[in-house]
């Protein structure tokens, strides 16, 4: 089954500290470290396609955190403001934005960053915002 190997890499290749960001010809932003982590382990920024991929993704942010820390997926509108895609070039088929996001605050917000708010849902926040990352490969 997809989503069980999804987790099982999920937790052999996570990503839970620093910061990270997308590529440069996606974000127009310095590509850092968690990311090129995530692609030197032959993977990307984690992809979300259902719900109960989001909450496999949120259990194993858990077992290695121990809390639900806000942390980057590999989401983006970066090349063109409302059209979101993926690092890994998935569709763009499932969300679970937070009341009122995405909101583009000061027109600089063009990431993902998941486990948002009491909600914990998704937010978009400026890409060299530091925060933990989830790979997935």
């Known amino acids: ?7 099982a890499l999920l937790c052999a290749i996570m990503a839970l500290t620093g910061a990270a960001a997308l590529p440069e010809e996606m974000s127009g932003e310095e590509p850092n470290g968690d990311w090129k982590n995530c692609l ?4 990307h920024l984690a992809s979300v396609h259902s719900v109960l991929e989001y909450h496999e993704i949120q259990k194993a942010i858990m077992s290695s955190s121990f809390h639900h820390p806000s942390t980057w997926i590999g989401g983006s509108d970066a090349q063109e403001e409302k059209q979101w895609f993926w690092s890994d070039g998935t569709r ?9 996001e995405p909101n583009n605050g000061e027109g600089q917000q063009h990431c993902i960053q998941m486990n948002f708010g009491d909600a ?3 937010d978009d926040v400026q890409c060299w915002t530091k925060l933990p990352s989830i790979c997935a490969k």
């Open 40 to 43: 030197s382990l032959g993977g």
């Open 1 to 7: 089954m997809k989503t069980l190997t999804v987790t």
């Open 92 to 100: 763009f088929d499932y969300t679970i934005w937070a009341n009122g």
């Open 120 to 122: 914990k849902a998704w």
